[in-house]
């Protein structure tokens, strides 16, 4: 069975401060996706990046990065020089197929409240 | 803005009532998901159309009826509901290529029952 673990509940920062969310997961499957999802009080889920197992190259888009370490199951995701509208509630996710489709193995999320 | 639109965004229903929650892709995606997503918790898959085949239902009631007319639309039909229903319900879709699946979701539909 797959496992997604965000032990952060809650983070609150202030503006312009580094901030890293934890992602840990289990699966036995030797190729997986992992992903990272915004979700703003509006409700929509906010693709983010994916990440595929076969491709361990960190990313970094702007002011998000990511570090996908295989060696210890963890995808973490930095925010640098955060701002307020960051603030959100962020799911890290695994991935299984299903057919054409697949299923979604999500963390229990972290709300990151950012203040001015 | 997302590529899944998803109608209403609010829907305040009594329990005696029928409706229907929309959603509508045009990615050319031919997989297409309902989920459930309850305060404070992440989403939970309901169902997982491929196709416009049914494929996957994770033993949601039958008060929740799923219908795909074709590979661009989804349709939840809601029959019944229990105030506990209340929650937002996403809709959702994707496509697998070579390097991968990604779901893309929609605005959700905020879904009240009294």
């Known amino acids: 069975a797959q496992k997604v673990t965000q032990a952060q509940t809650e983070i609150s920062v202030v503006e312009k401060e580094d901030v890293t969310l934890d992602c840990v997961y289990e699966?036995?499957?030797?190729?997986?996706?992992l992903f990272w999802y915004k979700q703003p009080p509006s409700g929509e889920l906010v693709f983010l990046i994916r990440r595929n197992s076969f491709d361990e190259q960190n990313e970094i888009s702007g002011r998000y990065s990511w570090n996908f370490q295989k060696s210890t199951s963890s995808f973490n995701f930095t925010i640098t020089a955060s701002q307020v509208v960051d603030s959100a509630v962020y799911f890290c996710?695994?991935?299984?197929?299903?057919?054409?489709?697949?299923?979604?193995?999500f963390g229990e999320g972290t709300q990151l409240t950012v203040n001015p | 803005d997302t590529e899944v639109t998803q109608t209403p965004k609010h829907l305040v229903m009594g329990m005696t009532n029928k409706k229907s929650l929309k959603c509508e892709q045009h990615?050319?995606?031919?997989?297409m998901y309902w989920y459930k997503q309850k305060a404070k918790k992440p989403p939970e898959l309901m169902f997982v159309?491929?196709?416009?085949?049914?494929?996957i239902n994770e033993s949601v009631p039958s008060r929740f009826s799923p219908e795909c007319p074709n590979s661009s639309l989804l349709n939840l039909h809601l029959h019944a509901l229990q105030p506990e229903d209340s929650a937002l319900y996403l809709c959702?879709?994707?496509?697998?290529?070579?390097?991968?699946?990604?779901?893309?979701f929609g605005e959700g539909s905020w879904l009240t029952v009294v």
């Open positions: 159309y491929s196709y416009e085949k049914l494929s």
């Open positions: 699966t036995r499957d030797t190729t997986y996706y």
């Open positions: 959702a879709s994707s496509q697998w290529d070579r390097s991968g699946n990604t779901i893309y």
């Open positions: 990615m050319g995606h031919r997989a």
């Open positions: 996710a695994l991935s299984e197929r299903e057919g054409n489709g697949s299923r979604l193995t």
